[in-house]
């Protein structure tokens, strides 16, 4: 499918910082690619931002949130989405522009890069995009319930996701603050296996126990532990009807590096190469 091109206003490269900058927590790189950047905090590849079309989405995971939410709600329409966890927000930029009318608000913990990525990429101002500069963890116990369609949990320190964002509580809360149908979309890596195994468990009972509201996005290797990567864990309190979970798997095949749909038993159990998971 021909990506449509969209202009931004916002800096060129050569307006944006050669160096490091360091930021609250980390140390920040602008690293050229295309006609985009890649920011890099502290060695490790955090958001992509196109600086002439901000619907693209360079990270899978980032492709894969869109689908799934495409997928569930139709393409265009406005959401009121949270982000736990902003860095660039490339996310968040990418669904202003493709879903107008829309109310987002990031949580970053890092003061100094929140208010650097404004500057640098041009974010969407208030009330399309704000930025809340805070601990995820704090702010979820502060959320109302039926607040938000859609929450995006992409909190990491240090290459891992803080314990404090991954636990039965923390999940809970997020679940309860969506409307009806909300979508909690959560990206956590595939390893170390244990860890990515006890918050999919965790998840299921933030569910109370009931997994037909949860369903993983990922490609066979990554999903079983034999290689690093993202798995996008999706959920909500009402259960996936079957037709649901088909057209999330359509979506995600459709993308320009296919993945699959899993259900929660196949990251304990392993699967033959190429079985069906449902």
């Keep these: 499918m021909t990506r449509k091109r969209r202009t931004s206003s916002a800096p060129g490269l050569a307006d944006l910082p050669s160096g490091p900058v360091r930021t609250s927590f980390a140390t920040a790189e602008l690293v050229a690619r295309d006609s985009g950047v890649l920011l890099i905090l502290d060695g490790a590849e955090s958001s992509f931002l196109d600086l002439h079309d901000p619907t693209h989405l360079d990270f899978e995971y980032h492709q894969q949130m869109d689908a799934v939410l495409t997928a569930l709600r139709g393409e265009g329409g406005p959401v009121r989405a949270l982000h736990l966890g902003g860095a660039g927000c490339a996310l968040a930029r990418a669904w202003d522009a493709r879903r107008p009318g829309s109310q987002q608000l990031a949580v970053e913990i890092d003061e100094i890069l929140a208010a650097r990525v404004r500057v640098w990429f041009d974010l969407p101002r208030s009330p399309r995009l704000r930025i809340r500069v805070g601990d995820a963890a704090e702010?979820?116990?502060?959320?109302?319930?039926?607040?938000?369609?859609?929450?995006?949990?992409?909190?990491?320190?240090?290459?891992?996701?803080?314990?404090?964002?991954?636990?039965?509580?923390?999940?809970?809360?997020?679940?309860?603050?969506?409307v009806p149908g909300g979508l909690l979309l959560v990206n956590t890596s595939s390893t170390p296996r244990t860890q990515a195994g006890a918050e999919i468990e965790a998840l299921t009972q933030a569910?109370?126990?009931?997994?037909?509201?949860?369903?993983?996005?990922?490609?066979?290797?990554?999903?079983?532990?034999?290689?690093?990567?993202?798995?996008?864990?999706?959920?909500?309190?009402?259960?996936?009807?079957?037709?649901?979970?088909?057209?999330?798997?359509?979506?995600?095949?459709?993308?320009?590096?296919p993945v699959r749909t899993w259900s929660p038993g196949d990251a304990a159990v392993p699967h033959p190469e190429g079985g069906s998971s449902r």
């Design 207 to 257: 569910l109370e126990g009931d997994a037909s509201g949860l369903a993983i996005v990922a490609d066979p290797a990554t999903m079983r532990g034999r290689r690093r990567g993202n798995l996008v864990l999706v959920a909500r309190r009402e259960p996936f009807a079957a037709a649901e979970l088909e057209e999330i798997e359509r979506a995600v095949r459709r993308l320009p590096l």
């Design 139 to 178: 702010v979820v116990g502060e959320l109302r319930p039926g607040q938000w369609d859609v929450i995006v949990r992409d909190v990491f320190n240090g290459g891992s996701v803080p314990a404090t964002c991954r636990n039965r509580a923390f999940l809970s809360s997020c679940l309860e603050a969506l």
